[in-house]
């Protein structure tokens, strides 16, 4: 059975491959599994029939068969148990891996999610310029950190997994409104090698012939 991913019919973030489905999107391409796609809008995402699979009314969600799961944490580690290539075979690798995934959405994402938050709905408060240097510090302490692990590494430890397709896909949020990754060259090589993986290009392509799609161009 091929599983359903839903995700925005007109996502916020214009096609850049920010919505957390890439996440996913980008799991699935990585172990070769086939997926559809069932698009909601904003109305459709808060109705009973789509919060009986996401209790808060969000995307993405995850089908397959009698089974849905929602948060995206979730769902990449559930592709990643039933298929080869995400997670390492040796039990203490397979754990490193799932503590980095951990690591990118519970340290690293909050800081950075409460910047974007800020930069998109606090622009005209009167405490916006005074608080925005506050928020940058708390990132820079998370990616002086995370920079200082990976040091030389290509990726998180030994091979690609699903830590990396977190904590990538957690820092590409940053580029929009912040030039804090060009602080650490080492951690900007790394988001160029994770882009440049095929799996990685075929998820993003999918995800901006969506916006494509519906603004006709």
Same mark, same amino acid.
């Given at each position: 059975? *091929?599983?359903? +991913?839903? /995700?925005?019919?007109?996502?916020?973030? $214009?096609?850049?491959? +920010? &919505?957390?489905?890439?996440?996913?999107? @980008?799991?699935?391409e990585e172990v070769g599994q086939p997926y559809e796609v069932r698009l909601l809008s904003f109305a459709a995402m808060k109705e009973p029939a789509h919060k009986a699979l996401h209790p808060f009314g969000q995307i993405p969600t995850y089908e397959d068969g009698d089974l849905a799961l929602f948060e995206t944490g979730s769902i990449v580690l559930h592709i990643a148990e039933r298929h080869a290539g995400l997670l390492p075979a040796d039990a203490h690798g397979?754990? $490193? &891996? !799932?503590? @980095? %995934?951990?690591?990118?959405?519970?340290?690293?994402?909050?800081? !950075?999610?409460?910047?974007? #938050? /800020?930069?998109?709905?606090?622009?005209?408060?009167? @405490?916006?310029?005074?608080?925005?240097?506050?928020?940058?510090? $708390? *990132?820079r302490v998370r =990616?002086?950190?995370?920079?200082?692990?990976? #040091?030389?590494?290509? @990726? =998180?430890? #030994? &091979?690609?997994?699903? #830590?990396? *397709?977190? %904590?990538v896909h957690t820092l590409l949020r940053l580029r929009p409104s912040s030039r804090l990754l060009d602080e650490h060259p080492n951690l900007l090589a790394y988001l160029a090698r994770a882009e440049a993986r095929p799996a990685y290009q075929r998820a993003f392509a999918a995800q901006l012939a969506v916006f494509t799609a519906n603004n006709g161009s």
């Open positions: 059975m *091929i599983p359903t +991913l839903t /995700a925005f019919a007109a996502s916020p973030d $214009r096609g850049q491959g +920010l &919505a957390r489905d890439t996440r996913v999107r @980008w799991a699935l397979r754990a $490193r &891996a !799932i503590t @980095w %995934m951990f690591a990118a959405l519970n340290t690293v994402e909050p800081p !950075i999610l409460e910047r974007a #938050g /800020a930069v998109l709905m606090e622009r005209d408060k009167p @405490w916006h310029v005074e608080r925005m240097p506050m928020l940058d510090e $708390r *990132i =990616l002086a950190d995370l920079s200082r692990s990976l #040091g030389d590494k290509a @990726w =998180l430890d #030994g &091979a690609f997994s699903v #830590g990396d *397709i977190m %904590m």
